[in-house]
């Protein structure tokens, strides 16, 4: 796959095809960031195709201090921010969640109900190229704010600093939110697969 | 609340440990210690395991490819800007 600083080069002598290889590789995840801001699909899509427009439009002024998909999710979510939205930045993370239901685990807090085996299922699955669809609908239960964090470390793999950094949130916060979103993603991995054989 | 002894670590505390261990966070010693109750829980061992294949699965998500038509518009808005770039 041709790595973004490439398509960057292509994109700043004017090459469209560049363009549309960048929108093939981040509309979709850009779609799913913004959904998790904004109060519906239709606004989301708006907020998406203004980011890209602002790419374009920044093209000149963008200095690289940054990764070019560090400065593209920074935008998507400074458009959603500024479009109407769900939450706001100052909003402090909630109580504490436990990482896995408290009643698998005994009186002295060892496991009760241990997890169950569900990797080689999902391997399988995976195999079969039948993992996909159902990942992103349980991606799509995650609260907004796990799944902004979980997003952008684990699928469009951003370092801790640069989600930091496109979130405005602390580096604490980052850490709560990503053990909150992948623990419960944990959960519905193991209620999806266990037993499957 | 009962007090635990410092050194032993019980698993309902042990999974809350997970993320900051894989994200290289733990101090030397609350790292040491979440290792040596791995080493004594297979549980445990199992729930590491399993949340390095939660990452894993979650960084196997491709994108889909864009319809002609997504295409169409997205060349589209492209030449609108390059047209006028304002």
Known sequence: ?197 | MRLLPRRDLVCRQAVELVTDYLEGSLPRRARKRFEAHLASCPHCTQYLAQMRETIRLTGRLEPEDLTPQQRDEFVELYRRWRDQPD
């Open chain 1, 1 to 197: 796959m041709e790595a973004d600083g490439e398509l960057l080069l292509r994109l700043r002598s004017g090459d469209e095809r560049a363009f549309v290889s960048l929108v093939q590789r981040y509309q979709e995840q850009m779609l799913r960031l913004a959904t998790s801001f904004v109060p519906n699909q239709a606004v989301a899509e708006e907020v998406v195709q203004d980011t890209w427009l602002a790419l374009l439009r920044g093209l000149d002024g963008f200095e690289e201090r940054s990764s070019l998909k560090t400065w593209l999710f920074s935008i998507l979510v400074n458009q959603a921010r500024t479009t109407g939205t769900r939450e706001h930045r100052s909003v402090p993370v909630p109580d504490p969640e436990p990482a896995v239901d408290p009643a698998r685990f005994d009186a002295g807090g060892s496991w009760a109900d241990p997890p169950e085996q569900w990797v080689e299922a999902a391997e399988g699955r995976l195999e079969a190229g039948k993992l996909a669809d159902r990942l992103r609908a349980l991606m799509d239960e995650l609260p907004a704010r796990q799944r902004q964090v979980v997003l952008l470390r684990d699928v469009d793999e951003l370092s801790s600093e640069e989600v930091c950094s496109v979130l405005a949130i602390s580096d604490g916060n980052q850490r709560v939110l990503l053990h909150r979103g992948r623990s419960r993603l944990r959960q519905l991995f193991e209620d999806e697969f266990r037993g499957v054989r």
